[in-house]
């Protein structure tokens, strides 16, 4: 595609208008997405979903070999999913206690319920019309019609219900915090199953009506679950011991024998004795044992099985849960970012994690570190010579761009997590003992120029000014004049996780939801809230004045005015944020855990951007409308087949003011929505052009 069109816009009256933003930071990896999978659940071998954080839906119809991605409401986490058959699904959730229905496969969602509490969690349809869903405050619905309505039902409890399972319209059972319940007329009436909890924490998390007789439920943190033979008349409960504190998350069986559970840790179990004796599978083992990896099972058939979680993943089975493999998702965190240039860019992480692009992160190939520590921070002081640290002490350099990496001696066993070089030659870094090292010859020798008994140095940044650094632990900020000699506190009240300067005077340090600054090298610091209720992690600004910030839940903020003030963008994950970097204003990149790989190429905004079902036989761009307007207009174009789209706003001197759309996107008929927000972007009346590529 290689078409230009302008049209013009008139904005009536002199005002200050923001741009309707969202964020529009894209997914480089994992691919489709690498937000939290909280359910899982397959039709047949071939269609099955998962779903999760910022009401993200995957969708996979060749049995998990690719997976696309649909939005059901970015305001909501999906936390149940129930899918009939390949067009009939619901998702329940967060964001009121919502329901979520599609008639589609999932290509478009409507709304059916808003229970009125935090969070909905399972949802089961037993039936194409009878469905049941339970929530918080032992809150529990039930429709008859396939979803459209749905009637409150009692539940004999206000605890917390977590999941349902029913084997047809009228036998189920549900359970919650200490509570399980069974019914046979449908949910008309429930009798409490009285089970014998250990733990007064003790929630059943997950329960599976195998057949009239054969029930089996997991009572997360009683290290055990319970079963039943009989129809519920008589319960057992069997043992399952964790000695490290591993959560049991979900189990789902396809017979009274053969089941599997996931755990938070990333354990997946196995059983083939009804539960007497669970197997720990070694084919798939988490790479560390960190919480909330695993969460939903769903057993298709003998052969097929799934587990989903953390990271995007989703992890397969097709010989009755023996061997597992990962269909997408689960990749490495990835702590630190930087790029050379426009096109060559450094990802570093968990077990010696090394990424680098050449293509501006279109691909990302893994370079050998030689080290299975922890890298935790990466820069480069020209196109070639780069340096990383890590955990124990490693530090790694390249002289060759990244291509190959060698191992420095640093004589501390120290975990290093920060580095700065100012030149080839002089650079520092500081470790969680409260260590400063420092070297003048290119990293071959490294000599300890302070040593604090308190706290733990997260973050060094050089200056313009090759004697002044600045140091930040979580409390405390220091600084040197004379390349190391002696550090000055400069104050204690502030510290953080980043620290970063421009130049000798003005600098930014990021810890709790909040930036200091500094413009007078350390003298004075101001206290600037980023309006994200989330520990800030990273921090960089592509000049004096414009700015981002990271950090966790993927809470992204920006700043056009030196961080006087901050707005949040809007999220595309949950996941910790923990780098941020930008090689000019519009294109930037952010890394995170679980491999969460981001890139913006117009400065992490966009406008409301809506994709009409129609084919269009040709490229056009239409007149804005309302035309003259002073607070919002639609932007109309048309494309005749896929290609990246660039859409512009000029002003009458040719001047470009925003970037509204730089992305790729498929053939078909496009609405912008250009209007008032909070993003603080000045325009003035007169007359303005789009120009589209």
Excluded at 196 to 218: E, K, M, P, R
Excluded at 306 to 313: A, H, I, L, P, Q
Excluded at 581 to 607: E, H, M, P, S
């Amino acid at each position: 595609m290689n078409k230009l069109f302008t049209t013009f816009l008139i904005i009536i009256s002199a005002i200050s208008i923001n741009i309707n933003a969202q964020s529009v930071w894209q997914w480089q990896q994992p691919q489709p997405t690498g937000n939290f999978m909280w359910a899982v659940d397959f039709v047949d071998e071939n269609t099955g979903y998962a779903a999760g954080d910022v009401g993200t839906v995957m969708k996979t119809t060749n049995g998990g070999m690719n997976w696309e991605t649909k939005t059901v409401n970015p305001d909501l986490k999906i936390l149940g999913m129930c899918f009939y058959d390949s067009d009939l699904g619901f998702v329940s959730g967060t964001n009121n206690g919502s329901v979520y229905r599609t008639t589609n496969g999932g290509e478009n969602w409507s709304l059916v319920l808003t229970a009125g509490v935090i969070a909905m969690w399972e949802i089961n349809f037993p039936t194409r019309n009878t469905g049941y869903v339970v929530g918080l405050n032992g809150v529990i619905y039930k429709t008859t019609n396939s979803g459209l309505n749905w009637t409150q039902q009692s539940s004999l409890t206000s605890a917390n219900l977590f999941t349902v399972d029913f084997i047809d319209s009228l036998n189920g059972v549900m359970g919650g915090s200490r509570f399980l319940a069974k019914t046979t007329n449908g949910g008309i009436n429930w009798v409490n199953q009285n089970l014998n909890f250990f733990s007064l924490t003790a929630i059943v998390t997950s329960a599976d009506f195998i057949d009239s007789n054969n029930i089996i439920c997991l009572a997360q943190g009683d290290s055990q679950f319970f079963k039943t033979t009989d129809g519920g008349s008589n319960w057992n409960a069997l043992p399952l011991l964790f000695l490290d504190f591993d959560l049991e998350r979900t189990i789902s069986f396809i017979n009274p024998d053969t089941g599997i559970m996931a755990t938070d840790y990333g354990r997946i179990l196995r059983t083939t004795n009804g539960g007497v004796f669970w197997n720990i599978d070694t084919t798939f083992k988490p790479r560390s044992y960190e919480i909330g990896v695993l969460f939903d099972t769903y057993f298709l058939d003998n052969s097929t099985a799934f587990v989903s979680g953390s990271g995007g993943r989703i992890i397969k089975s097709t010989n009755n849960g023996v061997n597992w493999f990962t269909s997408t998702g689960g990749r490495y965190n990835y702590n630190s970012n930087y790029f050379i240039d426009q096109n060559t860019g450094f990802s570093v992480g968990d077990e010696g994690k090394i990424l680098k692009t050449t293509n501006a992160g279109i691909n990302w190939v893994e370079k050998q570190s030689n080290t299975v520590q922890n890298l935790n921070e990466v820069q480069f002081v020209d196109g070639n010579v780069g340096y990383i640290c890590g955990d124990t002490g490693v530090v790694i350099k390249t002289s060759d761009g990244g291509e190959n990496w060698q191992m420095l001696s640093t004589g501390i066993t120290d975990n290093l997590n920060g580095i700065n070089f100012y030149d080839l030659n002089l650079g520092f870094t500081v470790s969680k003992n409260s260590r400063i090292l420092k070297t003048t010859n290119g990293g071959l020798n490294w000599s300890i120029t302070l040593n604090n008994p308190i706290g733990s140095f997260e973050s060094v940044s050089k200056t313009d000014n090759s004697s002044i650094y600045y140091l930040t632990t979580e409390v405390e900020i220091y600084k040197t004049t004379n390349t190391g000699l002696t550090w000055n506190l400069m104050t204690n009240q502030y510290g953080g996780k980043k620290i970063y300067f421009l130049d000798s005077l003005n600098g930014y340090t990021v810890g709790g939801s909040f930036t200091v600054r500094t413009s007078n090298g350390g003298l004075n610091w101001i206290l600037q809230n980023t309006n994200v209720n989330a520990p800030q992690c990273g921090i960089h600004f592509v000049n004096i004045n414009n700015g981002y910030a990271v950090g966790s839940e993927g809470t992204i903020s920006r700043t056009t005015n030196g961080g006087s003030n901050w707005t949040p963008q809007t999220k595309i994950t949950n996941n910790r944020l923990l780098s941020v970097f930008f090689t000019d204003a519009d294109n930037g990149y952010i890394t995170g855990d679980y491999g969460t790989l981001l890139k913006t190429t117009n400065g992490g905004l966009t406008f409301i951007t809506e994709n009409i079902d129609f084919h269009p036989d040709d490229f056009n761009l239409y007149q804005n409308y309302p035309n003259p307007f002073n607070s919002s207009t639609v932007i109309k174009y048309d494309l005749k087949k896929p290609g990246l789209v660039e859409l512009k706003l000029y002003d009458v001197t040719g001047k470009e003011i925003q970037k509204l759309v730089k992305e790729y996107q498929s053939a078909g008929s496009y609405r912008v929505l250009f209007s008032s927000t909070e993003n603080n972007f000045e325009l003035n009346s007169g007359f303005f052009f789009t120009h589209y590529i």
